[in-house]
Structures are given as structure tokens and as C-alpha cells.
């Protein structure tokens, strides 16, 4: 890892765990943040490795200081974070189809998020295993979908001209 990528790296997670504070919209237990939005965008432009390293450190950073739900709230937004921007790595390095990277990163995001919360959920707000699948269809897993779709259009948007603007300052 060059001290370039590495420095753009922490800068992106920065700016990921920035804007995942002041953009925080919470849903019940759940909470909407843009930040897979700046994730994305700077795994497009590093590569997924850095974005899932990206990932990590946001995740990371949000259990140690504002997170109330520890290693389980780790877990579950590194999780989604990676289902979601791999998919859209993947397919715009591949064929530059980035819209449908991030349908199939919506659909993968949500799919994780509901096998794992089934695994989770239980043990995280101590429900039993009914109430989990209820949950799961009436908030999680149309809140996923919402919420991918949200970022998904901001990523669409805002991808061109940040990647354009980023590669005009030769970092």
C-alpha cells in the first residue's frame, strides 16, 4: 500500500464517518446515513480492497465512539456496507455499469441484512425468532431496500463529477 492510497484511504474514512454523523437519520433501532455514498465513490476510485478497508475503519470508528450497539452494530454496518459497495466496484470496473452494480448491491445488501439479522436481531433486542421475521418484513428489509435505493440514487448522481474533480486534483 503506497502513502498516497493509504493517506486517501483515511481521508475517505474521515469524510465516510463524517458524514455519517451529521446526515444519521434514525428508523426505530435502525438508522439511514449517506455514508455507503462516500464509501462507494472511493472504492470506485482506489479499488474494492481499499473500500472494504474503508468499511472496516468506519464501522470500526462508529462502534468505539457514538455506537450503543458494539460489536453487533459492527458487525451489521460492515456488513452492509461491503454486500453493498462490492457489487457496485465490480460491475462499473467491469462494464462501467454502475447503475446495475447498485441495483445489485441494493439486493445484495438487503438479502445479507436479512440473513443476518435472523442470526442477530434475536440476540441484539432479545425478541424471539417470530418477532424477528416480523420485523424483517415490516421495517428491516423494506428500510434496506429504501435505503439502498437513497444512496444509490446519490452515488449515480454525484460519481462522475467527484471522480472527475478527484482525478483533476492527481491524488
Excluded: H, W
Excluded at 23 to 37: A, H, R
Excluded at 61 to 80: H, K, P, R, V, Y
Aim: charged share 10%; proline share 4%.
Amino acid at each position: 500500500m503506497s502513502t498516497k492510497k493509504l493517506t486517501v484511504t483515511a481521508l475517505i474514512s474521515c469524510l465516510a464517518y463524517l458524514t455519517m454523523i451529521v446526515f444519521k437519520i434514525p428508523v426505530q433501532f435502525l438508522s439511514y446515513e449517506i455514508k455507503d455514498v462516500i464509501i462507494a465513490i472511493g472504492a470506485i476510485y482506489l479499488g474494492t480492497p481499499y473500500g472494504i478497508i474503508i468499511c472496516f475503519v468506519v464501522a470500526l470508528i462508529e462502534m468505539i465512539t457514538i455506537s450503543d450497539s458494539g460489536i453487533i452494530g459492527f458487525l451489521m454496518n460492515f456488513i452492509a456496507s461491503i454486500s453493498y459497495i462490492i457489487p457496485i466496484c465490480y460491475f462499473y470496473n467491469k462494464k462501467q455499469a454502475i447503475l446495475k452494480g447498485i441495483i445489485i448491491g441494493t439486493i445484495f445488501m438487503s438479502l445479507s441484512m436479512f440473513i443476518f439479522n435472523i442470526i442477530l436481531t434475536p440476540i441484539y433486542l432479545g425478541v424471539p425468532l417470530k418477532d424477528t421475521v416480523k420485523l424483517l418484513f415490516t421495517l428491516i428489509t423494506p428500510f434496506n431496500i429504501i435505503k439502498g435505493a437513497i444512496n444509490g440514487f446519490l452515488i449515480f448522481i454525484l460519481y462522475k463529477p467527484l471522480l472527475k474533480a478527484i482525478r483533476k486534483t492527481n491524488i
